[in-house]
């Protein structure tokens, strides 16, 4: 497996021609995020935004909640998943290589998106609720008001699991949310404090 070339030196100017070449990736999922919005707000649906360190359960709780609303939210993928194709035109490498070897460097991927949302603090969000209704993975710590603000999210949890090391490009902690779930047991535990969120919003 060849090196991959971490350089933060032009990142500005590899997020520039990642957004150029991205250019009718990026304007559809936008658009997209904006009839989704509308089709949330006429069916009364809330936005989840899952955040936390790595591993910590948050596709998990995304991957359930689609099941145990028998589809009525939907979840189109995290964040790392969204940006894939931005970050492989950086590196010069298919999307599904950059997507593998997302946890390689960390930081670039910390340092590209946060130069990345510079103009537009929820434009990573946005992106990633165009086909969804939950986000998964934020990690900038003005992201957080941002999308509270605009209403993108109505409600932003930390998934907080005890076995995982401390993410340091996660750049907020569990008291800049609004709620804390606890994953440090079995997952049929997970589920059932997951089975109470929704039930608290009327999903189930």
């Excluded at 993928?77 to 999307?95: D, E």
């Excluded at 939950?134 to 999210?153: H, W």
């Excluded at 994953?183 to 535990?189: G, P």
Aim: glycine share 4%; proline share 2%.
């Amino acid at each position: 497996m060849r090196e991959l070339d971490y350089s933060l030196d032009n990142v500005k100017e590899r997020v520039e021609a990642a957004v150029k070449h991205n250019r009718l990736y990026i304007e559809e999922r936008l658009q997209q995020y904006f009839q989704r919005k509308k089709v949330q707000q006429d069916r009364g649906l809330p936005v989840f935004s899952f955040v936390g360190y790595g591993r910590s359960g948050k596709d998990t709780a995304a991957e359930y909640i689609v099941k145990k609303t028998c589809g009525k939210l939907a979840y189109g993928g995290s964040n790392s998943y969204i940006m894939a194709p931005l970050i492989a035109h950086s590196l010069r490498v298919t999307v599904e290589e950059a997507f593998e070897r997302r946890h390689e460097n960390r930081n670039y991927w910390r340092v590209f998106l946060n130069t990345l949302r510079e103009e537009d603090l929820t434009i990573i969000a946005k992106m990633s609720l165009a086909k969804s209704d939950m986000l998964v993975g934020l990690r900038g710590k003005a992201e957080v008001p941002a999308i509270v603000k605009e209403r993108i999210a109505d409600l932003v949890i930390w998934v907080e699991r005890p076995q995982v090391e401390q993410d340091y490009t996660v750049e907020f902690t569990r008291q800049d949310c609004d709620l804390m779930i606890l994953n440090d047991r079995e997952l049929t535990h997970y589920h059932e404090k997951l089975d109470r969120l929704l039930s608290s919003f009327k999903l189930i």
